[in-house]
């Protein structure tokens, strides 16, 4: 990992890249070598996301800077962690937990697990160094706890949606649709789907009860459904994602 220091003169901050390192030292001094492997690859994996994605919040100057240092050859190139400082890291938290980890990386249930364990440690000490506004650590801190219950809980579930779709497959359907839908009612044995597309709902989808009720509402499933007779059923599921 990186650990430049702030780019371009005038600035006082040290850059996300040196703060990650920094923080990883901190937590290499209190926790065992199995689990700093594990905070590391958390990271590694969040500076990704923060180099690949972070820039398309930036106002105009921030994403002009960022382009022309991007965009630059030999020695003068950076990436979004070696320009910008820690206070880019938490708003960005959000999207790497309930986007990046689910839809990027094969990850894991622990991994999953983890990735919320290590952010919210992460939001933690950002608070204790100065590095991130009180508002930004909490909704954070909130939002790393939820995700190390909720991600492997939504990954197991998709798995055994798509294992229930494989098995009902035999008629092709009538009319399908490929979407991402909001699960906007649960019943025993039967849920219903909202495409964010369209907004129209669709059910119910006969699921077995134990698969209906680990469908929360809210949480959003990507695939398709089809129309087979009169009835709606799951065709495909890829991932599905905690509110």
Request: hydrophobic share 45%.
């Given at each position: 990992?990186?650990?430049?220091?702030s780019?371009?003169?005038?600035?006082?901050t040290?850059t996300?890249?040196?703060?990650?390192?920094q923080?990883?030292?901190?937590?290499?001094?209190?926790?065992?070598?199995?689990?700093?492997a594990?905070?590391?690859?958390?990271v590694?994996?969040?500076?990704?996301?923060?180099?690949?994605y972070?820039y398309?919040?930036?106002?105009?100057?921030d994403?002009?800077?960022?382009?022309?240092?991007?965009?630059?050859?030999?020695?003068?190139?950076?990436?979004?962690?070696?320009?910008?400082?820690?206070?880019?890291?938490?708003?960005?938290?959000?999207?790497?937990?309930?986007?990046?980890?689910?839809?990027?990386?094969?990850?894991?249930?622990?991994?999953?697990?983890?990735a919320?364990?290590v952010?919210?440690?992460?939001?933690?000490?950002?608070?204790?160094?100065?590095?991130?506004?009180?508002?930004?650590v909490?909704?954070?801190?909130?939002?790393?706890?939820?995700?190390?219950r909720?991600?492997?809980?939504?990954?197991?579930?998709?798995s055994?949606?798509?294992?229930?779709?494989?098995e009902?497959?035999?008629?092709?359907?009538?009319?399908?649709?490929?979407?991402?839908?909001?699960?906007t009612r649960?019943?025993?044995?039967?849920?219903?789907?909202?495409?964010?597309?369209?907004?129209?709902?669709?059910?119910?989808?006969?699921?077995?009860?134990?698969?209906?009720?680990?469908c929360?509402?809210g949480?959003?499933?990507?695939g398709?459904?089809?129309?087979?007779?009169?009835?709606?059923?799951?065709?495909?599921?890829?991932?599905?994602?905690?509110?």
């Open positions: 990992m990186a650990s430049d220091a780019v371009g003169a005038g600035m006082k040290p996300i890249a040196a703060v990650l390192a923080f990883l030292d901190e937590e290499a001094q209190r926790l065992s070598p199995k689990t700093v594990q905070y590391r690859g958390v590694e994996l969040l500076q990704h996301h923060l180099n690949g972070a398309l919040s930036l106002e105009e100057f994403a002009k800077r960022f382009e022309r240092l991007q965009r630059a050859t030999g020695d003068a190139q950076r990436e979004f962690c070696q320009i910008f400082g820690p206070e880019h890291i938490l708003p960005n938290v959000g999207e790497f937990l309930g986007y990046f980890m689910v839809r990027k990386v094969v990850a894991s249930r622990a991994l999953l697990r983890a919320g364990t952010t919210k440690r992460l939001a933690a000490w950002l608070a204790e160094q100065g590095y991130a506004a009180a508002e930004d909490e909704v954070a801190t909130e939002r790393g706890a939820q995700a190390a909720e991600l492997p809980k939504a990954d197991a579930l998709a055994r949606l798509q294992a229930f779709a494989e009902r497959a035999s008629r092709a359907p009538a009319d399908q649709l490929e979407d991402q839908f909001e699960v649960v019943e025993p044995g039967r849920i219903w789907l909202a495409g964010l597309l369209d907004g129209r709902e669709h059910g119910p989808i006969h699921l077995p009860e134990e698969l209906s009720r680990g929360q509402l949480w959003t499933i990507s398709v459904i089809g129309r087979v007779g009169r009835r709606w059923q799951m065709i495909e599921v890829w991932n599905v994602y905690p509110r």
